[in-house]
DNA sequence: CCAAAACTTGACTAAGTGGTCAAAATTGAA
DNA sequence: TTCAATTTTGACCACTTAGTCAAGTTTTGG
């Protein structure tokens, strides 16, 4: 579950209801912190306020700056894995596509925050998921590479790099969570209007599905 | 050419050998360094050190942090624009949106770092260039998807929502500038081999041209 | 060659920053 | 109720950071 391996098998720790509800308040706090500010550029300090705490009780949750960090950036990939685990070899190969990518797309709009803190963490040079992305998700991403080979074998999709489409995939999907403000600021309003995350899905999925050029 | 209108005509500064080396020093350690540290995490004394020189004489170049930062930024999205207002409406679009995406995967490659300090700005909520988006931006952005409208509308592309695909563009391109360490880390090694650059380019263009679905 | 302008530097300041510590306030089980 | 364990706090420390300043050094035009 976690992206390193704990230090020391911990003793079963049971959670008070304090305990539980200020570090879900901290970690929701972290995420928006962090994922405006980046690593660096977030404070403890602004961290508790927004939590609605004192620094030096946060820090009695969380023994440093880089250990919400970790819980965060944990909780944020694992969320982010389950949907890709979950594409199913058996199913039908543009269903299967198009649930993913809608997947996606929800949760770019759910949750912002979570995307950008992943994106920057891996514009940083990823230290800290860096093993992760290299041993996990590498062998995750291998696994489907090798379940989108067999469908377009099987001539039910295009022959297109499966790794390639995989990360054709996650930019689209994620462009719309990294770069929201750019997307607002060119779409204007329009984009807070309740169908809008449906036509995004619409026409991304047209686009990938369809592809640009005319068919016959 | 600036971003905001310069706050007074300055007088026309001719500059000196040394002021041109040394802002141009400057700049280039900026870029590389608020790219990866983003704003907040940058420090004056490092981008200094990176270009060679005490903090003291950057400060005599650039009056503050955030000159420097504004400076780098315009640059980067001056030489981002280009290419986009150079889609030409009476080429033929498959080959203009080709040519296009081409060109802006070889940016990626050749300078991620100006790719990764945008979509940081972005993320952080565009603090310095929104106003950029909402004006110019979005100016030649709704140009550009007329000219896709019309190449719809005479048949020469599939129907597709013209500002979904720029965006799909936008997002793909940018993507293996962005996250190239995950690349990296799933793809291993090949990522340096020569050819690479080119089966990106070929294998985004597939997609988005074709799409995945069979062509019958 | 020389003085003025351009350039460079080290010492310094004021405002954060992550984190410690001991003491106080609160909670909860017996 | 009681008292030990849990939770919360303010004072504090060592360190980093953006930016200033005055004093130097180098460059350049006459």
Redesign the pocket.
Known sequence: MALTRAKKAEAPKKR????TE?RAAIALAALDVFSTDGYRG?????IAERAG?????L???Y????DIYRQVIEQTVEAWLEPFAAIDPDGDPIEELRRYITIKLTMSDASPEASRLFANEVQRGAPLVLEFLQTRLKALVDEKAGVIRRWIDAGKIAPVDPYHLIFTIWATTQHYADFDVQVNAILGKQTKRPGFNDQVAHAVLSILLNGIKPRA
């Open positions: 008070s209801r304090i305990q200020n977030a404070t403890i300090d602004r705490m004192s620094k030096t009780n820090l009695y949750y023994p440093s700056k880089e």
